[in-house]
T-cell receptor, first 110, second 115 residues
Framework: TQLLEQSPQFLSIQEGENLTVYCNSSSVFSSLQWYRQEPGEGPVLLVTVVTGGEVKKLKRLTFQFGDARKDSSLHITAAQPGDTGLYLCAGRYNTDKLIFGTGTRLQVFP | DTGVSQDPRHKITKRGQNVTFRCDPISEHNRLYWYRQTLGQGPEFLTYFQNEAQLEKSRLLSDRFSAERPKGSFSTLEIQRTEQGDSAMYLC?????????????FGPGTRLTVT
């Protein structure tokens, strides 16, 4: 059974701070996606990474995919209250379904 | 393109009743997925379709659960004889058919409460 571990589970920070969220597995991903979810809504896709070592940027968000394709990180620079939400990583292994991590709940205070 | 839509958004039912949820995928997306998310957890895979064929089912999908996608467009998820443990957010996602198309796009979900 593939397991996706996310850390930290909870993060409370002040506006303007930087943060990093980690996603780790013992298995190799064929692709990995990061989602952000608001309460009562479905996950919204932020990015997909496919190639080992890949780095993608989305405004203040930087996503890295590990060289061995077993881990990923999400770094947010100068966090804003609008970044508040549940961040989920989800990996595809050798089937079409996504395996989700337990999520990182981020709260950014003004 | 309109996004994935789900109906209803909220459903409250009494234990033992049957419920049915509907998902309309992004048009021309041939793959459709159902996931379940309980409070404080990430979504868990239930089942998926390619066109009208149901290709994979999770062990989470007990005999009381059935999903259909009869014409390869919208899908329904039915839960018979609901139990309190079925209370969760039921999420639908769809994906295009290109080989490089990895992304699954999610709908807003149906929140089920079984009393």
């Amino acid at each position: 059974t593939q397991l996706l571990e996310q850390s930290p589970q909870f993060l409370s920070i002040q506006e303007g701070e930087n943060l990093t969220v980690y996603c780790n597995s013992s298995s190799v991903f064929s692709s990995l996606q990061w989602y952000r979810q608001e309460p009562g809504e479905g996950p919204v896709l932020l990015v997909t990474v496919v190639t080992g070592g890949e780095v993608k940027k989305l405004k203040r968000l930087t996503f890295q995919f590990g060289d061995a394709r077993k881990d990923s990180s999400l770094h947010i620079t100068a966090a804003q209250p609008g970044d508040t939400g549940l961040y989920l990583c989800a990996g595809r292994y050798n089937t079409d379904k996504l395996i989700f991590g337990t999520g990182t709940r981020l709260q950014v205070f003004p | 393109d309109t996004g994935v839509s789900q109906d209803p958004r909220h459903k409250i039912t009494k234990r033992g009743q049957n419920v049915t949820f509907r998902c309309d995928p992004i048009s021309e997306h041939n793959r459709l997925y159902w996931y379940r998310q309980t409070l404080g957890q990430g979504p868990e895979f239930l089942t998926y379709f390619q066109n009208e064929a149901q290709l994979e089912k999770s062990r989470l999908l007990s005999d009381r659960f059935s999903a259909e996608r009869p014409k390869g467009s919208f899908s329904t998820l039915e839960i018979q004889r609901t139990e309190q443990g079925d209370s969760a957010m039921y999420l639908c996602a769809s994906r295009g058919q290109g080989l490089d198309s990895y992304e699954q796009y999610f709908g807003p979900g149906t929140r089920l409460t079984v009393t």
